[in-house]
């Protein structure tokens, strides 16, 4: 105990310095990263709050708790919210900020004070868009689809537009940051073949952040000029065409799903490695199988229109594609699932997170096959299913890995343990909550509920109520994480440098890292998830 | 309670089995890789924990592996891609001699006006048995047309025509959805298609509410809006002569050769300039504006009904019974 409070005494990035002017004004690549953190989980709770209330009204299959146009709004707002303010940034700009310069043995970023700049952009573009929503609120869906966003809609749809347009330079900013870093910055010996396999799927998602990032942004762009101007570059009246913003739109938000589940890919392997104490099977094709994600998540956007009008024969590429795009992910959720085979697995907080994204993702994927397939997605595109099948890559995916992540990184971002016995409990919850919230709408789906309903006919309401019913079970399963995390940072038993007796160099560092992160330069000589020369006694740590 | 727990709507369309049964071979497959994945991970996460199996055994890779759940699933993929693409293909082609539904949608409401000249508001009646095209427009945002029973949806765009077709194989009522989100009513777009013995259906067409048909609409409409002091009936007009036109190829001025399908019809009304046919000056005044969706409709059921061997526009019959129609 002795050695732990004198660890917690040594200068480190929390208490290096006081005020919120070290804050506001840092380029501390870990402080960024905590200020990520707190936008961010503020975001998580406004987006949960409108779904909350989605799930209330849709209780019951009239529209009796809000009015059609507060439904709408809401869902537009939840959408928004989450993509574009939660899941985008989460775990890059956060867990990423924080990790990626300790993996590889870096001091900071390549450009410290662009991440702070980015962390600015972030807050701007998420300003207005929230004084755009409580001004009056969006009511087009996030997917903001013209003509109906350009001319129909009497809702804000421009400040909603130029927030995340704003919002989209911040994760350009990063993504560029984290590409020039992860090229220019490694430690002496960090060769492509040692790099963390986090830190390869979070240059993947870069790649697609820089490309495009940029794309979103001018479209959006391009609807509020319409509708401010009618400039007429999709409203068939004034000489547009509509089905070119949906080109456009999916161009960048396809691959966006891709920014959303890569960087969380990148944080299963880390702990799948940990927890059962092996090398990731198959290294080098986890990590290609990201880079694969990313250059072909490019070339499927037009699956999201295929009764959109498209040509039979564009239909029939673009569904082969998607096929195609589906390969990667199964090679990686079967090279994790080996990864396991005669391993020494310990069921931690952070494993049981992660064992709950390999399952929801594996389901999220194979629903995505289904969509893939053109004779399927015909009849279900537009429906429910489409809601559950991409809630479960999101939240079943994404969010899993973000908590997994925050759990197995919490001690070395706040020098503190989590209460173990409440995280597994948390665990537990959002696992059944968000199965029993998302699977019914797989069925609602296919029996042909079209999503973004206010109202909808009886004999959907049984599975709505299990859907409800669920969403509330997965709203205490988040909210005890916050209770927790929050309560040790007082209480927390003091963390010792390498808690889980992980490979990896942020854990050759103290716990919390000092600002300038190591005492000297790392040399590294060994490979990633080199778990054989890691010693096995020092494993019963913390509770 | 579980009565009204049903896990498929009812199969009411020749293509309901068949989208069924691809979606029955992709559950039993993801169920199979779904449960092998779940099995595998709790076996290993038993059988290898760490209080009985404390020292891992470190694996590189295996190149065999690799390859096998690469191309195994990829030639899974293979088999529903090629099933997928055969039902799109299907629904992409409606068959020749469907009847035809002209719909208009807007916020939020669908207009139907059949080739007799019924029209009907959010409901749809159709006969049992015989294959029905929706030629479809938007008046304002893009809704999209749903009936899951039948397994089909499209888009409904603003601007164009878009179609879809159906084969109803049983009597009943249906919901209908808009499918796209439009707005506030968006889920209060809904209706009805009512699928009818065909003694039904003629008793229903019959029923009256009918005038004239659409086509014949189409004719007053023409010569209304002066389209037949240009377009005439011989070779002497200023503009084509649009008899036996539709389905057919036309060179335009600028050597390219198009198909005059609904859509080029449209375009040709609305913005003239676009398509010259070849051997015509470009002097037809837009009709931007001046005719709506409804009207456009029936100019184009009309310039149908022209090209249709030996009938006239008069002819109900012809109009409901024969489609030269190739798209």
């Not at chain 1, 953190?37 to 809000?66: K, Y």
């Not at chain 1, 104490?277 to 699956?303: N, Q």
């Amino acid at each position: 105990m002795a050695t732990a409070v004198q660890s917690v005494e040594r200068e480190n990035y929390l208490n290096s310095n006081y005020g919120i002017k070290s804050w506001l004004l840092t380029s501390d690549h870990k402080r960024i990263a905590m200020l990520y953190l707190i936008s961010i989980t503020a975001m998580f709770w406004i987006g949960g709050f409108f779904a909350m209330l989605i799930r209330l009204e849709l209780l019951t299959p009239a529209g009796d708790l809000v009015s059609s146009d507060t439904y709408n709004k809401l869902f537009t707002m939840h959408g928004i919210i989450m993509v574009f303010f939660f899941l985008i940034p989460s775990v890059p700009a956060v867990i990423g900020n924080f990790v990626i310069p300790l993996m590889i043995g870096a001091k900071d970023l390549a450009f410290p004070r662009i991440n702070l700049l980015s962390w600015y952009i972030y807050m701007a573009g998420a300003i207005t868009a929230i004084v755009a929503m409580v001004t009056g609120g969006v009511d087009t869906g996030w997917t903001f689809y013209t003509p109906f966003s350009t001319t129909y809609s009497n809702t804000h749809v421009i400040g909603a537009a130029i927030g995340i347009f704003i919002a989209g330079f911040s994760s350009i900013f990063t993504g560029l940051n984290f590409i020039v870093t992860i090229h220019r910055m490694r430690a002496p010996g960090m060769t492509w073949r040692r790099l963390p396999l986090f830190c390869w799927s979070n240059y993947a998602a870069a790649l697609i952040m820089v490309l495009g990032t940029p794309v979103v942004a001018i479209t959006l762009l391009l609807v509020a000029l319409e509708r401010a101007f009618n400039i007429g570059v999709f409203n068939p009246q004034l000489g547009g065409d509509p089905l070119l913003f949906q080109h456009l739109f999916w161009f960048y938000s396809h691959p966006a799903v891709y920014i959303m589940i890569l960087p969380g890919m990148g944080v299963i392997s880390e702990i799948i490695a940990c927890f059962s104490r092996k090398r990731v099977f198959g290294y080098e094709f986890v990590a290609l199988a990201s880079i694969a994600i990313a250059v072909l998540g490019f070339l499927v956007w037009a699956h999201h229109m295929f009764v959109a009008g498209i040509s039979v024969y564009a239909a029939l590429v673009f569904s082969l594609l998607s096929y195609l795009v589906a390969i990667p992910s199964a090679v990686k959720v079967f090279n994790w699932t080996a990864t396991l085979y005669k391993g020494s697995i310990r069921y931690e907080t952070p494993m049981l997170y992660a064992f709950g994204f390999i399952g929801l993702f594996t389901v999220g994927g194979l629903t995505g096959v289904f969509l893939a397939s053109l004779g399927i997605d015909v009849h279900v595109t537009d429906t429910y299913f489409v809601v559950a099948h991409f809630h479960y890559v999101m939240v079943g995916g994404m969010v899993m890995a973000y908590m997994a992540g925050l759990h197995f990184w919490w001690p070395k971002i706040s020098g503190r343990m989590y209460p173990e016995a409440w995280a597994k409990l948390s665990a537990l919850l959002v696992f059944v909550g968000f199965n029993t919230t998302f699977f019914p709408q797989f069925i609602l789906g296919y029996m042909g509920s079209p999503r973004r309903y206010h109202a909808y006919p009886p004999e959907f309401q049984v599975l709505n109520v299990l859907s409800t019913a669920g969403a509330s079970i997965l709203a205490v399963g988040y909210v005890l994480p916050m209770i927790y995390f929050l309560w040790s940072l007082r209480y927390g038993e003091l963390a010792p440098p390498n808690p889980w007796n992980a490979v990896g160099l942020e854990w050759m560092t103290p716990s919390p890292p000092p600002t300038h992160n190591f005492d000297e330069t790392p040399i590294v000589t060994w490979e990633a998830y080199d778990y054989e020369h890691q010693p096995q006694e020092e494993v019963s740590v913390g509770h | 309670m579980w009565k009204n727990l049903p896990l498929f709507p009812e199969r009411a369309s020749a293509l309901a089995w068949q989208v069924d049964g691809l979606y029955f071979l992709l559950v039993a497959v993801s169920a199979f890789f779904t449960l092998l994945i779940f099995v595998l991970i709790f076996v290993f996460a038993v059988k290898y924990r760490r209080s009985v199996h404390p020292h891992p055994v470190q694996i590189e890779g295996s190149l065999p592996l690799e390859l096998a759940w690469t191309l195994i699933p990829l030639g899974i993929c293979m088999i529903f891609f090629a099933w997928g693409s055969l039902i799109y293909f299907q629904e992409a082609r409606p068959p020749q001699g469907a009847m035809e539904v002209y719909v208009v949608a807007k916020q939020w409401m669908w207009k139907f006006e059949h080739e007799t000249g019924q029209r009907e508001i959010n409901q749809l009646h159709v006969p049992l048995g015989r294959d029905v095209k929706m030629i479809m427009s938007s008046q304002d945002a893009i809704h999209s047309f749903y009936v899951p029973a039948f397994r089909i949806k499209a888009d409904v765009l603003p601007g164009r025509y878009t179609s879809t077709w159906f084969h109803p194989t049983k009597v009943g009522t249906y919901h209908l959805f808009c499918a796209e989100y439009c707005g506030t009513d968006h889920s209060g777009m809904i209706g009805q298609v009512i699928v009818m013995e065909p003694y039904a259906y003629q008793a229903w067409l019959s029923g009256g509410g009918a005038t004239g048909s659409l086509a014949e609409n189409g004719q007053q409409l023409f010569q209304q809006l002066g389209c037949s002091t240009c377009h005439r009936f011989d070779t002497q007009g200023r503009g084509p002569n649009l008899t036996n036109i539709f389905g057919k190829p036309v060179l335009l001025d600028d050597g390219r050769t198009v198909v005059a399908d609904e859509n080029y019809i449209r375009e040709s009304i609305l913005n003239p300039g676009a398509k010259i046919v070849s051997g015509f000056k470009p002097i037809m005044p837009t009709f931007q504006g001046q005719v709506s969706e409804e009207n456009l409709m029936a100019l184009v059921a009309y310039i149908k009904s022209l090209s249709q061997p030996a009938s006239g526009p008069a002819s109900n019959q012809a109009a409901a019974s024969v489609s030269s129609n190739g798209q």
